[in-house]
Structure formats: C-alpha cells, structure tokens
C-alpha cells in the first residue's frame, strides 16, 4: 500500500503561482512514476503531468506545457507541481497518483490521494 497526501493548493490571482506537493509513505513509494490529475465538478478527471519513478522523464498536457513543472525528490519521497502564470480555467481539485508508468492515462494509476484545491480568480 502507497498513501499520498497533497499539499499547497489554495486561492490565487490570475498569473500568480503555486507550488503543490505530494508526499508518498508507504511499501517501495519511491519506486512508482507519479502523475498529477484535476478534476473540476461535472468533467472527467484529466492528466496534468507525470514523471518517471527515476525523474529522468516527464509529461505534459497541452494546456499547461510551458507553465507547469513537475519533479520529484526522492530523499523526501516527494513529487512537486510547480503552477506559474495561472489562469482561470487552471481551478479544480488536484490529485496526485501512483502507478507503474507515467502514464496519461487515469486508470493506469494504483494509488490516489484525496486532492487539494486550487482555485485562479481572475
């Protein structure tokens, strides 16, 4: 069992920052390649970024390529999103999962955390 906890969301101006962290305790959390999801009511939970369990490889969706950055510090079992120049429809809950791939795809991923909500005002 892997258990994430999610951290650092919060209220921001539009073009503003945030960084959100992901911390993994747990039977070898330092092995698994990590991604990041939101979800906003009423719409599928989609793909932010992920990262390989080494860190050597990351993934991006379109709509926050270039703005956001994902990493990972495996000392501290950590995986970090850093948000810069946030917009409106950056605001939903975020989730950070744990799976075998850094996968894209929702249902490849074995452990979730609980989300933490970031929300842009404009």
């Known amino acids: 069992q892997v258990q994430l906890v999610e951290s650092g969301g919060g209220l921001v101006q539009a073009g503003g920052s945030l960084r959100l962290s992901c911390v993994a305790s747990?039977?070898?959390?330092?092995?698994?390649?990590m991604g990041w999801f939101r979800q906003t009511p009423g719409v599928d939970r989609e793909f932010v970024a992920s990262?390989?369990?080494?860190?050597?490889?990351?993934y991006y969706a379109g709509s926050v390529e270039g703005r956001f950055t994902v990493s990972r510090d495996t000392s501290k079992n950590t995986v970090y999103l850093q948000m810069n120049a946030l917009i409106p429809e950056d605001t939903a809950v975020y989730y950070c999962?744990?799976?075998?791939?850094?996968?894209?795809?929702?249902?490849?991923?074995?452990?979730w955390g609980l989300g933490t909500q970031v929300t842009v005002s404009s």
């Open positions: 999962a744990a799976g075998v791939h850094p996968s894209q795809n929702r249902g490849s991923y074995d452990y």
């Open positions: 747990g039977r070898s959390s330092s092995n698994y390649a």
């Open positions: 990262i390989s369990w080494t860190g050597s490889m990351t």
